[in-house]
Nanobody
Framework: QVRLVESGGGLVQAGGSLRLSCAAS????????MGWFRQAPGKEREFVAT????????YYTDSVKGRFTISRDNAKNTVYLQMNSLKPEDTAVYSC??????????????WGQGTQVTVSS
């Protein structure tokens, strides 16, 4: 069992930055790939970014490439999402997940509750 708790969300103006953190507790954090997903109001949850177990491989959805960076610190059992040049369309609840490397939700076994990110124009 893995418990995931996100933090770092908030209200920011367009063009600003936020860094989300996801702290994991439980079994073998370093044996899981980690992902970030988001759900905007009235929309389905969508993939944002994923990072491999050792942190060497990452993958992003096209809309965030060049603006967002996913990273992890296995010594701290934490995964991060650095978000720069934020746009109003990035407004969503952001959730982290632990599982297998990839962009599909079914590849992830454990999910956090999410943290709200609101970008004002």
């Amino acid at each position: 069992q893995v418990r995931l708790v996100e933090s770092g969300g908030g209200l920011v103006q367009a063009g600003g930055s936020l860094r989300l953190s996801c702290a994991a507790s439980g079994r073998s954090f370093s044996s899981y790939a980690m992902g970030w997903f988001r759900q905007a109001p009235g929309k389905e949850r969508e993939f944002v970014a994923t990072i491999s177990e050792n942190g060497f491989v990452t993958y992003y959805t096209d809309s965030v490439k060049g603006r967002f960076t996913i990273s992890r610190d296995n010594a701290k059992n934490t995964v991060y999402l650095q978000m720069n040049s934020l746009k109003p369309e990035d407004t969503a609840v952001y959730s982290c997940a632990a599982g297998s490397y990839g962009s599909r939700q079914r590849q992830y076994d454990y999910w956090g509750q999410g943290t709200q990110v609101t970008v004002s124009s």
